[in-house]
């Protein structure tokens, strides 16, 4: 079963917006199966086979949940941040405006969706296969 020490290592190396599908595929690698982020102080849950789980430290300070969810104003967000106009947290502090709780990458579907504090899917979209 992987580590945190495992998942610290690939993401240093490739957790950035250029480099998703192969830190995606890096995590598929070692076993995991998806990943719960959670914008609120953005620790991740990272579930393997039979419920294995490790769960990631929070990385910034608590931001607030918007109770009202906007995927639009999600996706705006995300399209920024892709482009490269914003950063991590500025992207994050953006999510959680438009009421996103949590992301999740599904490592066997490939997919990665955001979902509101009721589990609404706001948006999905293909991990990009490069």
Wanted: charged share 25%; with cysteine.
């Amino acid at each position: 079963m992987f580590t945190l020490e495992q998942l610290n290592d690939i993401h240093d190396r490739l957790g950035t917006m250029e480099g998703f599908s192969q830190y995606v595929r890096a995590l598929q690698g070692l076993g995991v199966e998806k990943y719960d982020s959670y914008l609120a102080d953005g620790h991740s849950e990272f579930w393997g086979k039979d419920g294995y789980k490790v769960v990631s430290l929070s990385v910034h300070d608590t931001l607030p949940i918007c109770d009202v969810s906007d995927g639009e104003k999600a996706q705006e967000h995300l399209d920024l941040h892709n482009q490269g106009k914003t950063s991590y947290l500025e992207m994050s502090k953006g999510l959680a405006d438009s009421g996103v709780e949590k992301w999740t990458v599904d490592t066997h579907t490939m997919t990665f969706a955001c979902y509101d504090k009721q589990g609404n899917e706001l948006l999905m979209e293909a991990v990009d296969s490069n």
